[in-house]
């Protein structure tokens, strides 16, 4: 691809960053002695950075986000007419591509019906607890109020999400949490928490069960999971778990909540992470790639037997969704979602996903067969990742030191951006994450391939 013929002298904006900016998840002493990486322009999978330097970016926008590629001109048209239309009212009203947008959605999510905006995943998040709490208090008194979430997942980053947050890292030092939130094991069976058992992921599925029972069915309204875990290590889950917690959050009366933050719009190569495994929600949340990042917009998606219990009591005065988002009036997200969506299905981005997915896993595989340092490798559709380990039979994980060594080769070496997990789980900071945008091809994966091999050889040899 060619570079961008506008690279111009970023010194004084690069300047400016440096006294001004406080970067997200950044320790700032570094910037003392180092620039911060500045993305200046993007096509298709390709990134510029402030000095020319082409890059390719095999994560997505850093966080799962772009699915369809930078540079996306009918997105941008679209977002600019819709704004200079109507940008914004207040989310009491309806709006074109709002409603519009959401019609284009409930297709694609069988059994679901009704749709809330607003602009973060962790919102969306917040919005599904709120169900679950007012449900509680309207339906039981206020005792069925606990959310169970688990080990290993991430649901976002403002207090109450934390809250919900199995990842320690994340919570350490902005505690106290918003109580009523309660933990249940990660389903990672090559970590498996109960030795080498049969059927681990009806295993670990029950342990869900038995958190219910310890906590009393009772108190328990609502379980958020993950379709598969991203930030705490590209978990898929293990065959018979979907199945098994179905059971359980129906036989407990348990709302079940999907956050599909990161796998929604593709990136399993299904339109929802949970449709991989035939799971029927009754909240499904979602952001990052519902408009590839072309605009903010999350949305917490429900049945309508959820949506009923805010409406059908018309005659009680507090029973119906008391919240406000204000930006979730924004037209620019659902206008940049209805193109998004148009081209994931005109461009057959699903089927690319799928299998480029499995061309890359089988990539990774060849990788393990090559690095001791890979202990395994996992994935769904463009959502991969591989556990780094000092030495296979004890699976000791490798420092995050060593994960961080070999995106930073990849980068350097190849000009390749992937991600590791990364100051999330202590001791378990040692996975390394690849999200392209899912208009990969062979070739682009070859060459994220090609940088993690080398980088795994110089790191090993360092
Ligand atoms: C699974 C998941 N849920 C929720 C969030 C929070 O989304 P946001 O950063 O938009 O608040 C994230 C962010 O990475 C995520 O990975």
Redesign the pocket.
């Given at each position: 691809m060619n570079k961008p013929t506008n690279i111009n002298d970023y010194t004084s904006v690069v300047e400016a960053d440096k006294a001004h900016i406080w970067h997200h998840l950044s320790q700032h002493k570094k910037f003392e002695t180092v620039d911060p990486l500045m993305i200046i322009e993007g096509k298709g999978l390709r990134v510029w950075n402030q000095a020319g330097r082409e890059h390719l970016d095999a994560v997505s926008g850093g966080?799962?986000t772009v699915n369809v590629g930078y540079g996306r001109e009918t997105i941008a048209d679209a977002v600019r007419d819709q704004l200079v239309k109507m940008n914004f009212f207040g989310g009491t009203t309806g709006s074109i591509p709002g409603a519009t947008f959401a019609e284009m959605l409930i297709d694609k999510m069988p059994g679901m019906s009704r749709v809330y905006y607003s602009?973060?995943?962790?919102?969306?998040?917040e919005k599904a607890y709120k169900f679950v709490r007012q449900i509680a208090h309207q339906k039981y008194g206020g005792k069925k109020h606990k959310i169970l979430y688990r080990e290993r997942?991430?649901?976002?980053?403002?207090i109450t999400?934390l809250s919900s947050g199995g990842q320690d890292e994340r919570r350490d030092l902005y505690g106290p949490y918003t109580p009523g939130f309660i933990p249940v094991p990660h389903c990672l069976e090559y970590r498996s928490q109960w030795g080498d058992v049969d059927d681990y992921g009806i295993r670990a599925a029950s342990a869900i069960e038995e958190v219910i029972l310890r906590e009393g069915a009772d108190t328990v309204g609502g379980l958020i999971l993950?379709p598969v875990?991203?930030?705490g290590g590209v978990i898929v889950p293990p065959q018979g778990y979907w199945d098994r917690v179905q059971e359980i959050c129906k036989k407990y009366d348990v709302l079940l909540i999907i956050?599909?933050?990161?796998?929604g719009m593709g990136r399993t190569g299904t339109w929802f992470g949970y449709q991989q495994y035939g799971v029927k929600p009754d909240i499904v949340?979602m952001?990052?790639g519902v408009a590839s990042g072309y605009a903010a917009i999350?949305c917490t998606v429900t049945t309508e037997e959820v949506f009923n219990e805010f409406k059908s009591n018309a005659d009680e005065p507090l029973n119906y969704f008391r919240d406000i988002s204000t930006f979730g009036g924004c037209t620019a997200g659902p206008a940049a979602a209805i193109e998004n969506m148009r081209i994931l299905e005109d461009e057959n981005l699903l089927e690319n996903t799928t299998k480029m997915g499995e061309y890359m896993l089988e990539q990774l595989e060849v990788l393990k067969g090559k690095h001791q340092l890979i202990g395994d490798v996992r994935g769904k559709g463009l959502f991969l990742g591989a556990e780094l380990v000092t030495d296979r039979d004890t699976k000791e994980p490798v420092p995050e030191s060593v994960a961080q060594a070999v995106v930073a080769d990849c980068m350097k070496e190849n000009a390749v951006i992937i991600g590791a997990t990364n100051r999330s789980l202590k001791g378990f900071n040692n996975t390394l994450c690849f999200s392209p945008a899912l208009i990969a091809s062979k070739s682009d994966i070859d060459e994220i391939i090609h940088a993690v091999d080398g980088a795994l050889t110089r790191v090993v040899g360092a």
């Open positions: 966080v799962w602009n973060s995943g962790s919102e969306a998040n997942d991430y649901h976002g980053t403002t999400a993950e875990t991203a930030g956050d599909e933050v990161v796998c949340t952001a990052k999350s």
